[in-house]
Nanobody
Framework: QLQLVESGGGLVQPGGSLRLSCAAS????????IGWFRQAPGKEREFVAA???????DYGDSVKGRFTISRDNYKNVLYLQMNSVKPEETAMYYCAAASNIVRVTTAPHYWGQGTQVTVSS
């Protein structure tokens, strides 16, 4: 069974850091583009970051310079390092996978269940 499971969410203070993880099972991430999205209550799902199978990255404008996406193909895990977080970034964060980086930023094939990130003092 193909599955993506996010972890690492929680409460973080404004300006703080958090690292999210996304573990894949049932398939290997090596040949997939993978990414992160987020959705706050009452808002549309927003693209955060993506990384291709060969390491090309793409970021949403609001997170450039603060968030870093990376992958460990050996462990079959995707990461999102979040620095200098802001209260407006409180949301459910989802990882997703697709056959290429264009597809993963628009209509991924696979989705995880999400992990909640709350930025508050």
């Amino acid at each position: 069974q193909l599955q993506l499971v996010e972890s690492g969410g929680g409460l973080v203070q404004p300006g703080g850091s958090l690292r999210l993880s996304c573990a894949a099972s049932g398939f290997t991430l090596d040949y997939h583009a993978i990414g992160w999205f987020r959705q706050a209550p009452g808002k549309e799902r927003e693209f955060v970051a993506a990384i291709s199978s060969v390491g090309v990255t793409d970021y949403g404008d609001s997170v450039k310079g603060r968030f870093t996406i990376s992958r460990d193909n050996y462990k079959n895990v995707l990461y999102l390092q979040m620095n200098s977080v802001k209260p407006e970034e409180t949301a459910m964060y989802y990882c997703a996978a697709a056959s290429n980086i264009v597809r993963v930023t628009t209509a991924p094939h696979y989705w995880g269940q999400g992990t909640q990130v709350t930025v508050s003092s």
